[in-house]
């Protein structure tokens, strides 16, 4: 069975730092892109960033390009989102997502699996 | 830069045959993939790459796609079906992905 667990989730002021991660479990990590997506509250999904099965390869969301870092660890089936500089339109929970229901090393865009999400709240 | 667009509310008497739809000039470049996500639950993958039915979704789910409109299609919609449905697609203004707004369907 695929499990993602996503954990770092929390409460930051404003310009501060957060790292997320992602265990997963289930599948062969390294065979996977994988991705974060965020939803603020009451609103709809927003892409943030993905990375290649290899790590590679990572793509951004203009709206987090240059504060967010995506980064993954294969041999501990572990995905990141290093977070800084946040703002309050940051807040939100963030859920990893698998890319892709075949083992496509690159990004595709299909999030096929996610895990259940880690809130996190931007606020002084 | 690209946006997919979707109503925002659809209703549906239960048994009855519902579509929903998502347009966009992406449509056009790249298939669509459809998410159910109901209240306080993580999406859902229920359609990928225009019609495709994800291992363990109903086959009542189906997805089709003409120009630059995608839409899927719930035939004989159950209770449990009651949800927000969310499409996304690659942008082709610059390779990376986009969401739809979302359409939250009600079953009557």
């Known amino acids: 069975e695929v499990q993602l667990v996503e954990s770092g989730g929390g409460l930051v002021q404003p310009g501060g730092s957060l790292r997320l991660s992602c265990t997963v479990s289930g599948f062969t990590f390294s065979n996977y892109a994988m991705g974060w997506v965020r939803q603020a509250p009451g609103k709809g999904l927003e892409w943030v960033s993905s990375i290649s099965g290899s790590g590679r390869s990572t793509y951004y969301a203009k709206s987090v390009k240059g504060r967010f870092t995506i980064s993954r660890d294969n041999s501990k089936n572990t995905l990141y989102l290093q977070m800084n500089s946040l703002r309050a339109e940051d807040t939100a929970i963030y859920y990893c997502a698998k890319d892709s229901p075949d083992p496509v090393v690159v990004v595709i865009w299909i999030f096929d699996s996610w895990g259940q999400g880690t809130l996190v709240t931007v606020s002084s | 830069s690209s946006e997919l667009t979707q109503d925002p509310a659809v209703s549906v008497a239960l048994g009855q045959t519902v579509r929903i739809t998502c347009q966009g000039d992406?449509?056009?470049?790249?298939?669509a993939n459809w998410y159910q996500q109901k209240p306080g639950q993580a999406p859902v993958l229920v359609i990928y790459?225009?019609?495709n039915l994800p291992s363990g979704i109903p086959d009542r789910f189906s997805g089709s796609s003409s120009g630059n409109t995608a839409s899927l299609t719930i035939t004989g919609a159950q209770a449990e079906d009651e949800a927000d449905y969310y499409c996304?697609?690659?942008?082709?203004?610059?390779?990376?992905?986009?969401f739809g707004g979302g359409t939250k369907l009600t079953v009557l």
């Open positions: 992406s449509l056009r470049d790249y298939s």
């Open positions: 996304n697609s690659r942008d082709s203004s610059d390779n990376h992905v986009l």
């Open positions: 790459d225009k019609d």
